[in-house]
Nanobody, 126 residues
């Protein structure tokens, strides 16, 4: 069983930065593809960024390319989301997700992921 705990959310002004962290309790973190999703009030959960098991491949939604960076440290069982140049439309609850896999792919559909964290609120003021 994998438990995921996010941290690092908060209130920031537009143009500012935040770094989200997600720590996994599992002992085989390097076997999991990871991703970040977000959900704004009244909207569906949306893919943000994904990273494969080794960290060598990443994928992003177009609206965050060039501003957000996903990375992982398998020795620390942690995945990160560095968010720069934040915009009010980035306001949402951010969730990390994990998918055990034998492949070195990234996955963008929430249906692929069986493990989810509780979420961390990110609020960007204009």
């Amino acid at each position: 069983q994998v438990q995921l705990v996010e941290s690092g959310g908060g209130l920031v002004q537009a143009g500012g930065s935040l770094r989200l962290s997600c720590v996994s309790s599992g002992r085989t973190f390097s076997r999991y593809a990871m991703a970040w999703f977000r959900q704004a009030p009244g909207k569906e959960r949306e893919f943000v960024a994904a990273i494969n098991k080794s960290g060598g491949n990443t994928d992003y939604i177009d609206s965050v390319k060039g501003r957000f960076t996903i990375s992982r440290d398998n020795a620390k069982n942690t995945v990160y989301l560095q968010m720069n140049s934040l915009k009010p439309e980035d306001t949402a609850v951010y969730y990390c997700a994990a998918k055990p896999t034998s492949y070195s792919f990234t996955y963008v559909s929430p249906d692929e992921y069986g493990y989810w964290g509780q979420g961390t609120q990110v609020t960007v003021s204009s």
